[in-house]
Every structure is written in structure tokens, then in C-alpha cells.
């Protein structure tokens, strides 16, 4: 049955649940949530307190890796002659050191903090896809191996965290230490847009019934700019990358000037990437600024919608002045003035923030606990970094300290002061929650103040070096013995930073395994991440608030919620349940089974794992045989998606039936697909952005004459007509499937179409383009027809699954979630090939 027996009401009009034995309940929902025992229970994990918990474990670890690199690097600059490492060494130390910062601790350790909290802090059980969160921690995990692999066998990569070409190409860096960044980070990058989609469908539609967009806490407000920002800043990344390692591996010239490349599209696409990082790190923290100065302050934050307001605002500016770093490379003057006045105008949602949270320090009564004191620090050293910012954001200033160590020391500021001193902050509020235990007094203050003292005594010197004349990543400095004695203080300071942050992690060891148990909602925080048992279990809640008791404050919450008084009480089927609701207002409109714990994320891990190591091998030929287990792991992955045939609606509350698939499609995985693909779309932007810079803007050499004859433009033609006719034919098979008969001929002759506009692709890609490594232009066409090939083929799939569910059976009245899902994709499909054919006419009528 796939409509609810009564429609839903105002979610203020759900009565409660008759209340139950807590401990009852407990006992049932522990059998389903729990995780399986010994190692096999690690592996297969998917709950999202393990793998929150395991992400932030693995964060900080990487980051003990990274600031050892720091310290390495400030031994060799501590004297101007230093011999500690070589100049080879020195260049991947580096590199290292801010890959590591970047790709392997701030995103992960933001996504592993968001994971833990946000079904907690709304009010349901688990995220909307814990397969594809376990997923993102294995691509991260094994990503993040590689890297470090490659530090300790010497073949890192040498060129910087931003990689810049030709310095990056196969002519200055002949080895694979340049493959292990590019792919590697990919990889790693698999992780961030996996968590930007569960964390962008989860706060949108697993809201506790009636938390209306406008009343949620403002930390999954922080966290839904933040996956809107990653899902549009990592593409053009990730498309720089692999455009990088055609160009390395087959030698398309991208990038090549001598063939029609520029170096500076490199520069464009890491940029368009490289600035919203910065407010990507930042919002989490701010975040967390936003969730523990009011508690403290023992008052409300002052100005939520002022806030939200900011929150937009930062999201939708920071994607217009990635040319902030590129005010050197020759962007005619007019372009400078736009980007610099971005640069300054982003420093107002800032500055909003920034009074909200003095405003509410103000009004309220702060308390100068640990927290508290990581707070003082963030606003002592985040609004010094950005007036640095403001200062270089004015281009004549920026002129001048460009490259210099004055901005590296601005970096540091901004990236610790803005996100790890927050974070520090935000572990030791939710430690207790995390552990259930108490920390012990003095340690955690004694490693703020070693962080603080240590982090100003070596950055504030390096902006000081910087103004002097002193390069960023230099090795040595013989001829200028002027900044020796800086360099040496800022070497000093660093290692008593070094010592703060050991001092940290003893305090969290020690607390975690000799801490005396904490009591229940230590804080006296209102929310719903203290209405819960310490440490929380995996389902979180034994019912789900409705609007009464989020209202009410954790403490009453807290025992109503564990009778079962709340919505959806229990696992009395056996399965993972979770309450999924409308996207404003919150409205409860199906329940939605989760999957059990499984070993599929980890097997797929592995495989993607594989094509990187034959890709990094250099066995090319090889490597797309890696892709077979890639595509298998992922048709079981789906298979095993499906929900059984008889669901009946499920009483969640007294006179409340809700069903387990929704008439309108509007599945979780709908959801996803569409964050998908505006993922998609902004890579396919940021390819079309590529084509249209190395034709109006590049000022490489002519591209060699080709003359497209009418059997090519009439095979284009064919293809997207093809692609049109399966667009047309799935929903005419889906009305089919609605009206209760068989999908019929619609559905194979969409599987044929695509087939044929594949096969057709790959012939037109063999035969008549010409060679992609004579010209960039050549190249970006190669690569646009790579891209639609790539969306046919998953079309293809798409329709071959559909036809696997019709042939079992699976496909019925309110369940054509397939249907609609590989209808959705073809669509975009056949826009993307419209306009692919209009990009490559305009590129010859430029030519």
C-alpha cells in the first residue's frame, strides 16, 4: 500500500504514545541498531555515531602527521643554512604538510563532527544513507594512506598543496609524485562529496516532525551552507585533477601553452575550489560558536535570523572572488576591482557573525569553562587573520605581499583562529557525550595555553619575515640575515605549540579511558544532543520528538523520549526505521528502512582503490578492468537497496499511518540523486568554463584546421536523438508501472537507444574526432564527448536495472523509484548533450 491510511496533520497535532518500559525499549532497538561484535562489527559498521566518532579519530591523526611535517619544516628554516633536509625533501614536507591540513583533517574532521551530531541535535536516528557514509570513510582512509605512503617511499609530490602547472606537469615533475597528489586526492574527494550529500538530504528531510527549516538549531543551518558550498566547490577540483592526469598519463595539452593549454585555467579551477575551502572549514566552526556561547552565557544567541541571513550570504560570495589569489598572474583591471571589492564585501556576513556572538556575550553571564577559553582564543586570533585578509584583498597591498610568508602567516591565522580553535572548543563540549566521562581537571587548560601562546609567537613573527621580503617555501636563506632571528623565535614557538596539542590529546585520552562518568547533559544544554543517554547508543532516541518536546529542553525530553512517547517508538518489526518529513515545515511524510550493518561500502572502497593503484602504476590498459568489480559491487549495492514488496504502513503515533514507500516518489535516494547532480552540473560548468577560456581567452597558438564534414554533425545528431527517445520512453513506462500493468516496450526500447547512442559515441570518439593530443581544443571536445559518454553509460545501467526490477517483479504502484530515478538522470543526460553539441558548434564558429 503506498498512501498513509489518514493524511498527516499539523505536526503540533500528533498525540503522544502511550509510554512504555524504558528499558524494554532499549533492549529492542539495541537487537536491530547495534553494531556486530570483535573486528567484523568495526568493519561493517554503518551507524553514524561509529563512523562520526572514526572519522574525527582518523582526523586528528593525520593532523599529529601534519603538524610533524610543521615541525620539521621549522627546524630546517630555524637557522638561515639548514642542513636538515634537502631542498627535494623540504619541497614534498611541504606539500604534504598542507595537503595533510586540508584534504585529510579540516574536511574530514568537519564531516566526522557533523555525522555524530546532526541526527542527534535533529531528532532522528541516523543520516539518510549510512552505506555511503561508511563508503566516504573508506575512500578516505585508504586515500589518505596513499598520500602518507608516498611521504615515507619519497615519491610525495613536491609542488604544492595547490599543485600550480607547468610546475605540476609531466616536463618539471617526471616521476609519480604529481599522480600520487592528483589521484589521491580524488580519491579523497570521493569522501567529501559522499558526505556533502548525506549531510545536505539528512538536515533537509530527517527533521523531527514540525522543526520547521527557520526553528532548527543554527549548527545544522552551518553544516546545510556548508554541503551546498562543498557540493559546488569540489567539482571544479576534481575536474582540474582529472584533467591534470589525462594531460600526464595520454598527454592531452590542457594546460600545455605550447599546444593550445594555458597553465592559468589550473589556476581557475584549483581557485574556484581553493576559496569557499576556506569558508567551507570555517562554518562548521562557527558552527559550534554558535551552539556553545549561548549555553555558556546561560542566555539565547542573539540574532538567528541575522545569522541565517550571513550564512547565505557567505555561501553565495565566497564563489565569486576565487581571483582574490590570482591578482598577480595579468586579470585586466577592471576584473581586479570586481574580485578585490568581493574579497572586502565577504568580510561583512563576518563581521555579522561575529557581533551576534559578542551581542550574546554581552546580554548573558559567560562562564570561563574550558570551551569558553578556546572561544576567547578563536576571536583573539580569527578577527586578526581577517583584517590580514582584508589587507590583501586590496590589490596594490596584495602586489606586495604576494608569495611571501606574510600570507602564509594570514592562512594560519584565518584556517586555526577560524576553524581549530573552534573545534578544539567543540570536542572538549561534546567529549562527555562522546565518552559518557568527565576530563581531568587542569590539563585541558594548561594545552590551551600552550596552543595560544605557542601559535601567536610563531605566526604573528612569520607576518613580520613576510614584510621583510621573505619568500613562502624557501628552504634556506643565506643572503638575509635579518630574519634569522625571527625565524628562529617562530621555530621556538612552534614547538611549544606542538607541545599544547599534545597536551590536548593526552587530556582526551586520559578523559576518554579514566574519566569518572559524567552525568547526564553536564552543560544544562537545551538541545537534543544532551537528551540522551551517555555515551548514546546507535538509534539515539527510543521515540522521535514531535514538536512538544523539542520545545521542552533536553532534560524533560529526555526521560519521555526513552518511554517511547515521542513518534515511531521502538523496533517492534526488526528493522531500522527512521521518520522522514517535508522539507519546510517539516511534515511527517513516510518511514523510511535503513540498511543493516555490511561489508559492500568497504569491498567498493577497495575496488576504486585498485583502479587508482594501476592508475598511479601507470597500467593504463589495466586499470579499466578495476572499473568490472567497481560496477558489480555497485548493482548489488542497489539491489539490496530495495524494500520489501508487502510493506504496510506503520502506525507511528496514536491514529497516524504513514507508508514505507511514497506514492510521489519522493525517496531519500530521489533526494540524493538530485544533490548528485548538482554536483554534476557544476563539473559540467566548470568543463564548459574550460572550453570557453582556451577559446576567447588563452593566448596559445591556433589550433590546427579540422573541418567537421556533415556525417559527424548528422551522428551528433543521432546521438542526442537517441538519448532524447529513452528520455521520452521511461516515463512513459513508468505511467505503465503507476496504472498497475507492465512497463512494456517502453522500457527495453530505452535500454536499445542508449546502447545504440553509446556505441554510436564510441565509434564517433575512435574514428572522427581528431587526435586529443595536438591541440587543447581538440583535447577539451575529446573531453566533453568523454563526459556524455560516460552519463550514457550510467544510462544505460539505469535502464538495465529497471529492466532487472520489472523482470523480478519489484516494480509496482507507488514503487518506480528506479524509474523515476533513471528518468531523472537521463534528463540530465540529454541536456547535457544538447549542450555539449552547442558548446562544440560555438567553439568552431570561434575558431
Known sequence: MSTPINTPPDPAAIPANPPQRALGLHRELDRVWRNAPGLWGQVTAVSHTTLGLRFMVTAFVFFGIGGLLAMLIRAQLATPNGAFLDTALYNQIFTMHGSIMMFLFAIPMLEGLAMYLLPKMLGTRDLAFPRLSALGYWCYLLGGCILIAALLAGVAPGEGWFMYTPLSGKTYSPGINADVWLLGVTFVEISALSAAIELMVSILRLRAPGMKLTQMPLFAWYMLGTAAMMLAGFPPLILGSVLLEMERAFGWPFFDPERGGDPLLWQHLF???????????????????????????????????????????????????????????????????????????????????????????????????LPMLYILGFFFTFVMGGLTGVMLAVVPFNWQAHDTA????????????????????????????????????????????????????????????????????????????????????????????????????IDLILQAGFGKRSVRNPWKAPSLDWAMALPPPNYNFASLPGPALQQAGADVAMLNLAKGEGLLPGAPRGRREIL??????????????????????????????????????????????????????IWIWARRAVAPLDATPIEVAPRLMLPVQPGDGATLTRSGLVSLLFANGTFFASLLFGVA???????????????????????????????????????????????????????????????????????????????????????????????????????????????????????????????????????????????????????????
Open 693 to 847: 577560456f582556451l577559446a576567447l581567452v588563452s593566448p596559445g597558438p591556433a589550433r590546427p584546421g579540422w573541418e567537421a564534414d556533415g556525417t559527424l554533425l548528422l551522428a551528433a545528431g543521432v546521438v542526442l536523438a537517441l538519448l532524447a527517445v529513452a528520455a521520452l520512453g521511461l516515463p512513459r513506462a513508468l505511467a505503465r508501472i503507476e496504472a498497475g500493468r507492465s512497463a512494456g516496450a517502453a522500457l527495453p526500447a530505452a535500454f536499445a537507444a542508449n546502447l545504440l547512442a553509446l556505441a554510436l559515441l564510441l565509434a564517433l570518439a575512435l574514428w572522427q574526432l581528431p587526435d586529443p593530443t595536438r591541440h587543447a581544443a581538440d583535447a577539451v571536445r575529446a573531453a566533453l564527448v568523454a563526459y556524455i559518454g560516460l552519463h550514457t553509460a550510467i544510462a544505460t545501467l539505469f535502464t538495465a536495472f529497471a529492466l532487472d526490477q520489472a523482470k523480478r517483479g519489484e516494480l509496482a504502484p507507488g514503487r518506480a523509484g528506479a524509474l523515476r530515478n533513471a528518468g531523472l538522470w537521463q534528463s540530465y543526460t540529454v541536456a547535457a548533450a544538447a549542450v555539449t553539441l552547442a558548446a562544440l558548434w560555438a567553439q568552431e564558429a570561434a575558431s
Open 271 to 369: 581557485w574556484l575550489f581553493g576559496h569557499p575551502e576556506v569558508y567551507i572549514i570555517f562554518l562548521p566552526a562557527a558552527g559550534v560558536l554558535s551552539t556553545v556561547i549561548p549555553v555558556l552565557c546561560r542566555t539565547q544567541i542573539v540574532g538567528y535570523g541575522a545569522i541565517v541571513a550571513a550564512i547565505l550570504g557567505m555561501v553565495f560570495l565566497s564563489f565569486g572572488l576565487w581571483v582574490h589569489h590570482m591578482f598577480t598572474v595579468g586579470i585586466p583591471h577592471l576584473a581586479l576591482a570586481f574580485f578585490s571589492a568581493a574579497s572586502m564585501l565577504v568580510a561583512v556576513p563576518t563581521a555579522v557573525q561575529i557581533f551576534a556572538w559578542i551581542a550574546t556575550l554581552w546580554r548573558g553571564r559567560p562562564e570561563l569553562k
Open 406 to 505: 606574510f600570507v602564509t602567516a594570514h592562512l594560519h591565522y584565518v584556517l586555526i583562529g577560524g576553524f581549530v580553535f573552534p573545534m578544539l572548543a567543540g570536542v572538549a563540549w561534546w567529549t562527555p557525550l562522546m565518552s559518557g566521562r568527565r576530563r581531568v581537571r587542569g590539563l585541558g587548560e594548561a594545552a590551551f595555553w600552550f596552543i595560544l601562546v605557542g601559535f601567536h609567537g610563531t605566526f604573528f613573527l612569520m607576518h613580520l619575515t613576510g614584510l621583510m621580503g621573505m619568500a613562502r617555501r624557501i628552504p634556506s636563506y643565506p643572503d638575509n640575515p635579518e630574519w634569522t632571528a625571527l625565524n628562529l623565535s617562530s621555530s621556538f614557538f612552534g614547538f611549544v605549540m606542538t607541545i599544547g596539542f599534545a597536551l590536548f590529546a
Open 580 to 633: 522522514v518529513t517535508s522539507v519546510g515545515t517539516a511534515r511527517p511524510e513516510h518511514v523510511a528502512i535503513l540498511p543493516f550493518n555490511t561489508g559492500l561500502p568497504l569491498l567498493l572502497a577497495l575496488a576504486i582503490c585498485a583502479f587508482v593503484l594501476l592508475m598511479l602504476a601507470g597500467l593504463y590498459t589495466l586499470a579499466p578492468l578495476a572499473l568490472i568489480p567497481v560496477v558489480t559491487l
